[in-house]
């Protein structure tokens, strides 16, 4: 499924469930995914929701469609050292 096509909900439900994988399979409530990623519960249930659906979110969907899977990650772990570097 390509991202233009792909429901933003969907990609957040994927994600969260990703990252629940990540750490064993130990379920992270929507405060705690919230928390983490800096912004508030009601924003992170309306995007889950699909109540509101981010344009940056899509934006950068939209950018990494554009890239092969080893440059994609590659861009994500550029970003998490980015991310780190600012804790």
């Known amino acids: 499924m390509y991202y233009s096509q792909m429901n933003l909900t969907d990609l957040f ?12 399979g130990k379920k992270i409530s929507q405060k705690e995914m919230a928390q983490d990623l800096g912004i508030s519960m009601r924003t992170y249930q309306d995007w ?7 344009q940056a979110a899509r934006v950068v969907m939209q950018m990494l469609g554009k890239l092969e899977d080893d440059e994609i990650l590659r861009v994500v772990r550029k970003i998490n050292k980015l991310q780190e570097a600012k804790k």
């Open 48 to 54: 889950k929701l699909g109540n509101a659906s981010p």
């Open 13 to 24: 439900n994927i994600l969260h469930n990703a990252i629940e994988a990540e750490h064993n």
